[in-house]
C-alpha cells in the first residue's frame, strides 16, 4: 500500500513461501518478504523499511507525518506489533508449531495491544489523528489475521473502536486493488509492474 500510495513503480516477482527463488535468498538470507532490490543493488528486507523508502521519496497523504504524535512514536507502536503482539498471535493462530502453548494465554496478551489500539482510537478515527498514517497501514494486517484466527471474540463489545477502524481499511477499494493475486514468478519471467 506504501508502494502504491507513493506511486514508486516496481517490478513485482510472486514468491510462494515454501519454494523460495535462490535468487531471492542470495540476496536476503533470512528469507522473508518483501524484499526490494534497489537498481544500485541496495537491498531493503523489512517492510517497515520498504514503506518508509516509498514514502520518503513521495508522500501525498503524509503518511510519515501524523497529525498527532512523531514518526517516532509511530514507529515504537509498529514495533511493539511486530514484536510482543506478533509474539502472541503467532501462538495462538499457529498452536501446533509451538510446544507447550495455551493458546488462551496468548489470545488474552495478544488482545492487551489491540485494547490499547482501541483506546487510541477512542479520540480519533487513525492511530495518531484525523487521517491515515504510516501506523495505521502497518498495523492492521495484524489486527486482520488476529480477527481471522479469533472468530467471535474479535467483537464489536470488546472493541468498539477498533472493530470498525479495521473494517474501514479492509473493505476499502484500495486495500483490495493492491491485494491481486499474481502467479508465482519463476526464473525468466516477465516481471508485472505494480503498481498497475
Ligand atoms: N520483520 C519482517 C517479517 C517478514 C515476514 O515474516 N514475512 C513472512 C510472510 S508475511 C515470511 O516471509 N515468512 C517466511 C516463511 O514463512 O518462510 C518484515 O516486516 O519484513
Avoid at 492487551?112 to 479520540?123: E, M, P, V, W
Avoid at 486482520?144 to 477502524?165: E, H, I, M, V, Y
Wanted: charged share 25%; hydrophobic share 40%.
Amino acid at each position: 500500500m506504501a508502494i502504491a500510495v507513493a506511486d514508486q513503480k516496481v517490478l513485482l516477482r510472486e514468491v510462494v513461501l515454501r519454494d523460495k527463488p535462490a535468487s531471492m535468498l542470495e540476496v536476503s538470507g533470512k528469507g522473508t518478504v518483501p524484499v526490494l532490490v534497489l537498481q544500485d543493488g541496495m537491498i531493503i528486507d523489512e517492510s517497515l523499511d520498504v514503506m518508509t523508502w516509498a514514502l520518503q521519496r513521495h508522500d501525498p497523504e503524509e503518511w510519515l507525518r501524523p497529525e498527532v504524535g512523531t514518526f517516532t512514536d509511530m514507529q515504537s507502536l509498529i514495533a511493539e506489533c511486530d514484536g510482543p503482539f506478533k509474539h502472541h498471535l503467532d501462538r495462538f493462530k499457529y498452536t501446533t508449531r509451538y510446544e507447550d502453548v495455551d493458546p488462551d494465554v496468548h489470545r488474552t496478551e495478544a488482545g492487551k495491544f489491540l485494547s490499547g489500539l482501541d483506546r487510541r482510537l477512542a479520540g480519533s478515527k487513525y492511530l495518531y489523528g484525523g487521517k491515515r498514517s504510516v501506523a495505521d497501514i502497518a498495523i492492521f494486517p495484524f489486527v486482520r489475521q488476529f480477527a481471522g484466527a479469533a472468530g467471535s471474540w474479535f467483537c464489536n463489545d470488546k472493541f468498539p473502536n477498533l472493530t470498525p477502524w479495521l473494517e474501514g481499511h479492509v473493505t476499502s477499494d484500495f486495500f483490495k486493488s493492491i491485494m491481486k493475486k499474481y502467479p508465482q514468478w519463476q526464473q525468466g519471467d516477465v516481471e508485472p509492474v505494480f503498481p498497475e
